[in-house]
């Protein structure tokens, strides 16, 4: 029996491969409309993914063979979704990031950061995810991911090297001091105590040899006084390898978590805010604009605090634990901290001068954040609102980052010289640009851009097969139930949603027969369209959910268990803090407690 689940073990991925699909095959084959069809690919890939049993990018490719297959949409149709303007923001960022990092940019960045910081963890953290969440709430959550990733993932790497070199010190500090002792003691030693001690080194190596031949050590083991203070070293480096394993997990999670509650805040963080006032104007077209830009940063800024506060606690629990000493300093003040910080300070002062190239990396990168903040800033219209997409978006945010991305390819990584001449006299070569395509094609995740499209791909098929609005005429039922207990429902159901499918299309889907409902129930339609838009944005638990997530399974070593588990306790602590919201400071702001008179008449959904 142990040799067959021994077998079942090691076969387990060919195992889920064969059997989930057969197993889910009464689904389609009971009910063969388009709806369970595409619902049997979505839970098929969905159960792929949390296994893992084949790679994810595979997995991701699914719908390019089974929506064909099934009849939910063309070949055609479906292979368009894996290249989309996502796609080419996503490229642009990470070419960005790949630039930064080539010149060693993020470096310098990253110990500046750590100088100001400090180098306790928590406050790292809660550092990053402000700064991730405050660019979120004016420029794509894709852009200040990749932007920021790369960044953090510097901080800890000189800050774990920082505490190896002062573990390091420490310990030879220590043998040194030991080193002093153990010769005054000999010196003091008598006849006998000598003949005691040298017994008890042979009893050592008798006992070390005993280990051996009983396969509890390995044969590469020195004998103890060999060995010394070894074992002591390793235990040490494994115990800081593993708690930077860990914090890299958490710094990456928090990041791109940060992203998807910062873009809530701002009417033009992410897309399913505009949709919610496009969709209010277009339903409710007396609404004598209920949703602008003041009002919703009003309702949501303060929500948007609240959850990223509580999401950095949870995080804190799980990767790092809640010691109030390590984590923050509190109450002491230990040697190697400040060591390590004038370790990180040194090494911010050998990098000497910014260089020619980290200049002009540093400018583009600082002037692709201002093209994004002033594309199209909401409260004002932007330059490309001027100058191009006056009658449609001609340009986007994926049109900028390829634009400025080109720029590294362009521009040499020495400033040219006249007449320049090399060491040997000969005429000096023109410089190489700032990134060439070797260095592109090494350091970009291209799995990543199929995750992505398999997640467009997956939302389309929703929408194309009927899926999400048989989902969304199901909650009619809900009439008979409290408000505030349908809006905790409806948001849990959305929130739930979204991590299969892109927070636009499940927006898009939802609102139009949510607003129905409320004015059938009679309650105020924000009352429930309001939170579900903010919880569109609450995809925590899949890498394939938001382009975010899929840019921090990229960088953090994360797996797909690491992202569930704590994007699941997320996704409640969401809901809850927007219902929260919704029934605190919500009501006064939208007098959401009484129903208003321009939802009276609503056009068809």
């Known amino acids: ?279 209010i104007d277009e339903l409710f077209p007396e609404n004598g604009g209920v949703i602008n830009f003041a009002s919703w940063f009003g309702f949501s800024f303060p929500n948007m605090v609240l959850m990223l506060v509580l999401s950095w606690l949870w995080l804190q629990f799980m990767f790092l634990g809640f010691n109030l000493k390590k984590s923050f300093g509190c109450g002491t003040k230990r040697e190697g901290d400040r060591e390590a910080y004038q370790v990180i300070k040194d090494e911010y002062n050998k990098l000497g001068r910014m260089s020619f190239a980290e200049g002009c990396v540093l400018s583009i990168f600082t002037l692709l954040v201002l093209l994004w903040f002033t594309r199209e800033p909401g409260f004002i219209p932007g330059w490309a609102t001027v100058l191009f997409n006056k009658d449609k978006p001609y340009v986007t945010d994926g049109t900028v980052a390829i634009l400025m991305a080109s720029f590294f390819f362009c521009i040499p990584s020495k400033l040219p010289r006249c007449c320049g001449m090399s060491e040997d006299g000969a005429p000096a070569e023109a410089p190489s640009p700032l990134l060439s395509w070797n260095v592109v094609h090494e350091k970009m995740p291209w799995n990543i851009l199929l995750l992505l499209g398999g997640g467009f791909a997956l939302a389309h098929g929703s929408e194309k097969s009927g899926l999400s609005l048989w989902l969304g005429e199901s909650l009619i039922p809900l009439q008979s139930i409290p408000p505030f207990a349908i809006s905790i429902l409806l948001c849990l159901l959305v929130a739930m949603f979204t991590e299969c499918s892109s927070n636009t299309a499940t927006t898009t889907l939802f609102l139009p027969i949510l607003a129905s409902m409320a004015t059938a129930i009679k309650i105020h339609p924000l009352y429930v369209m309001f939170p579900c838009t903010i919880s569109a944005s609450l995809a925590f638990m899949l890498p394939v959910a938001t382009p975010p997530n899929a840019i921090a399974f990229s960088y953090g070593n994360l797996k797909v268990m690491d992202m569930a588990k704590a994007g699941f306790v997320l996704n409640f602590v969401g809901v809850i803090t927007i219902n929260i919201a919704i029934n605190t400071w919500g009501v006064p702001m939208f007098q959401l407690n009484t129903f208003p008179s321009w939802a009276n008449v609503t056009k068809a959904p």
Request: aromatic share 8%; proline share 5%; net charge negative.
């Open 1 to 279: 029996m142990a040799g067959f689940l021994r077998w079942l073990w090691r076969y387990r991925n060919y195992i889920v491969i064969v059997l989930t699909p057969l197993l889910l095959l009464p689904l389609p084959i009971l009910s063969p409309t388009l709806e369970a069809k595409c619902g049997y690919v979505i839970i098929l890939m969905a159960l792929y993914w949390c296994t893992e049993c084949i790679p994810l990018a595979v997995t991701a490719l699914l719908p390019v063979i089974l929506f064909p297959m099934m009849g939910i949409m063309e070949s055609s149709e479906v292979c368009i979704q894996y290249l989309k303007d996502s796609n080419m923001l996503f490229i642009g960022g990470l070419l960005v990031a790949i630039a930064v990092e080539h010149w060693n940019l993020h470096r310098r960045i990253a110990l500046q950061v750590m100088l100001f910081v400090g180098v306790k963890p928590s406050f790292l953290m809660i550092g990053f995810m402000g700064t991730t969440a405050f660019l979120s709430m004016w420029i794509s959550n894709t852009a200040s991911t990749a932007m920021m990733l790369p960044i953090a993932n510097a901080v800890l790497q000189q800050l774990c090297e920082a505490e190896a070199n002062t573990e390091e010190r420490e310990y030879n500090q220590s043998a040194a001091v030991d080193g002093e002792d153990n010769q005054a003691f000999e010196m003091g030693d008598t006849k006998e105590s000598k003949e005691l001690k040298q017994r008890a080194i042979d009893m050592e190596k008798d006992d070390h040899k005993d280990m051996k031949e009983n396969g509890i050590i390995s044969s590469l083991d020195s004998p103890p006084e060999v060995c010394d203070m070894n074992p002591e070293a390793e235990r040490r480096r494994l115990k800081r390898e593993q708690k930077y394993l860990n914090l890299t997990k958490g710094m990456s999670l928090s990041v791109c978590y940060a992203a998807s509650i910062g873009g809530t805040a701002t009417l033009t963080g992410t897309t399913p805010n505009v949709i919610l006032k496009g969709q």
